[in-house]
């Protein structure tokens, strides 16, 4: 089955303390990004990959940090979280870079940093 | 930098009824794409529908279609014969001419009511 996988789907952790969202899609997908989601804010873009080793930033970049070493995975790293990274996580994959391609997107990581 | 506006946070519809929920966006590109997304109580993000900037045909899909007008920069989309699964959060979704960013509104809250 075509689809974009993260983990963990719920995380709870503390300030401070290093942490990883895998997301790993099986569509050979060149394009791969990643959102969060809060109240009332929509998503808003965080990083994204054109391609293998080829990443930049979105919108709210600033906290975290990506890699992009094989096409299939994508991770999503918080070197030292705090409070204000409490959110709900996407990763979406498309086909290529095109814009008609749709974005699809996994199921979400429901991070808690106390 | 492109922004998107959905200026309804909530709306609700009766069953079988029609209901529009209103997109606006700013941009000084000319080659984009728009789409709208529905994301269900299980925060899945699912595609509804897109359109083409480029082409003034007005996008459908079955029940779902849109009212696009690009001079004013407007993109709502018509939901007819409003049905019970209908009832989720949508959003409306620019993606860019350099297509490695994404755009999402702050949602619309739809309700339909039996």
């Known amino acids: 089955e075509a689809q974009v996988t993260q983990n963990p789907r719920y995380l709870i952790t503390v300030t401070g303390k290093k942490l990883t969202v895998t997301c790993s899609q099986n569509?050979?997908?060149?394009?791969m990004s990643w959102y969060r989601q809060d109240p009332g804010l929509g998503l808003r873009q965080i990083y994204y990959s054109m391609n293998v080793e080829v990443t930049d930033k979105g919108d709210v970049p600033e906290g975290y940090k990506v890699s992009r070493k094989e096409k299939r995975n994508f991770p999503l790293i918080l070197e030292s979280p705090s409070p204000n990274q409490t959110s709900l996580y996407f990763c979406a994959s498309s086909l290529s870079s095109g814009v008609y391609n749709e974005q699809f997107f996994g199921p979400g990581t429901r991070l808690t940093v106390l | 930098a492109q922004t998107v506006t959905q200026s309804q946070p909530e709306m609700s519809v009766q069953e079988a009824e029609t209901v529009t929920l209103s997109c606006t966006y700013d941009?000084?590109?000319?080659?984009?794409?728009l789409f709208w997304y529905k994301q269900p109580p299980s925060r899945q993000m699912i595609l509804v529908i897109r359109q083409e900037a480029y082409k003034q045909q007005n996008a459908t899909e079955n029940r779902f279609s849109v009212n696009f007008q690009k001079a004013a920069k407007s993109f709502s989309l018509k939901i007819s014969d409003s049905q019970l699964g209908d009832a989720a959060m949508y959003f409306c979704?620019?993606?860019?001419?350099?297509?490695?960013?994404?755009?999402f509104g702050d949602g619309t809250t739809l309700t339909v009511k039996p």
């Open positions: 569509m050979n997908h060149e394009y």
């Open positions: 979704a620019y993606r860019s001419n350099n297509a490695g960013k994404s755009t």
């Open positions: 941009t000084s590109e000319s080659d984009y794409y």
